[in-house]
């Protein structure tokens, strides 16, 4: 977790180069970048929580963790118009912003408690594909976990195609001008 929020500080470092020199490429390398940041740590912070955490709080931490992901995607885009608006022209205190951010992030991953490798010396398994589809054979054979991974997955889409459309709606739909949004 500690190498990828690493990874992080340099990728806003690149984002803050992309405001500076108005290079709108960079900035959807950033988004890129933080996508492909976001597809490590997840996974990461999920699979730490059996080692830190005894079995009876297991729901509990994946609560707290989706509570704390979902409440940071709001916030943060809401922080994103409020920069959008107070930084107007100078965008490159949106990237300053952003560093700080990952640079609190990161000493906080340095707080998570560390956990050894149950097996440092076993190699990454060649049959990841087959325990993969004899995992999604189980799942289908359990039809209340079928139903909740299905609303999962629905939750996340709806959330992401609105977040995607939030401001075009407001604008196309709702007739909300740029300058209102901020009010």
Known sequence: ??????????????????????KGPMLLAGIFLMGTHSAF????????LPELLPERRLSWGNGILELGTFTAIILGTVAAAAMDKAF???????????IGLALAGLGASLGITRVPARIPQKPISRELYQRSHRAAAALRGDRPLVLAADRERL??????????NLFSTATGVLHVSKMQIGH
């Open 155 to 164: 939750f996340q889409f709806l959330g992401s195609l609105l977040l995607l």
């Open 88 to 98: 107007a022209g100078r965008q490159i205190w949106s990237g300053a912003v952003l």
């Open 1 to 22: 977790m500690i190498g990828v929020k690493v990874f992080e500080v340099g990728v806003m470092i690149f984002v803050l180069a992309g405001f500076a020199w108005h």
């Open 41 to 48: 740590f997840g996974p990461s912070k999920y699979g730490s």
